[in-house]
């Protein structure tokens, strides 16, 4: 089955500057690449995704790109402010279907930003 | 606007007992899951459905068990409560592209 593994699993830094977090998955069928945000206490919340046809997309502040041959996907976040600090997981999906609609999560990296 | 929700915020239920963390989806999705929540190990599926009476085992599905009669609720069953099944629960809907969770229920097993 898929595996999922993120880096770093704790990531300070200080408000203003960028984040990056990583991911890694081992089967090429995967073809969707959500990443979620957590803040204590509340459900993953949906920020940004990005499928197998694109290799980058950016919405504000955050960015995502995917590099299907090495299989890795990474996250980023610029001008880090306060509010961005939470626990972030990548995932990947083969589909909508039945079960290749199971998303296999990484293990979580929180992100602590800093004033 | 997507509705999951689960039937507690916090239980605390005592060893050996049998207890039933339920989920309802108002979408009309096929598929749903469970997942349990620890630190440092991230979200691991402990049970799938993708239809009504289906069901598929996910990683960890040893001391679980669920049903699904409808469509709309996903029920997680714990046969006989155990102090390690002390986590928070999350129920998702949807799958890939259409994944939403619920708020979580965090179980303590005493």
């Known amino acids: 089955g898929e595996n999922v593994e993120q880096h770093p699993s704790t990531l300070s830094v200080q408000e203003g500057d960028s984040a990056v977090i990583k991911c890694t998955y081992s089967?090429?069928?995967?073809?969707?690449f959500p990443w979620y945000k957590q803040e204590l206490g509340k459900r993953p919340q949906l920020i940004i995704d990005?499928?197998?046809?694109?290799g980058e997309k950016k919405d504000q502040r955050i960015a995502v790109t995917l590099n299907k041959t090495a299989k890795h996907f990474s996250l980023h976040i610029t001008e880090t402010q306060p509010e961005d600090s939470a626990v972030y997981f990548c995932?990947?999906?083969?589909?909508?279907?039945?079960?290749?609609?199971?998303?296999?999560f990484g293990t979580g990296t929180r992100l602590q930003v800093t004033l | 606007d997507v509705k999951v929700t689960q039937s507690s915020r916090y239980l605390v239920k005592r060893t050996g007992e049998k207890v039933f963390l339920e989920c309802v989806q108002d979408?009309?999705?096929?598929?749903m899951f469970w997942y349990r929540q620890d630190p440092g190990l991230g979200l691991r599926l402990i049970y799938f459905?993708?239809?009504?009476?289906?069901?598929e085992k996910g990683d960890i599905p040893e001391g679980y068990s669920v049903s699904r009669e409808k469509k709309e609720r996903f029920s997680l069953i714990l046969e006989s409560a155990s102090t390690n099944q002390t986590s928070m629960y999350l129920c998702?809907?949807?799958?890939?592209?259409?994944?939403?969770f619920g708020q979580g229920t965090r179980l303590t097993v005493v």
């Open positions: 995932a990947a999906s083969k589909g909508n279907t039945g079960t290749a609609s199971k998303l296999t």
């Open positions: 089967d090429s069928a995967s073809n969707y």
């Open positions: 990005i499928r197998s046809n694109v």
């Open positions: 979408m009309d999705h096929e598929n």
């Open positions: 459905s993708y239809d009504v009476k289906m069901k």
């Open positions: 998702e809907s949807g799958g890939g592209t259409e994944a939403f």
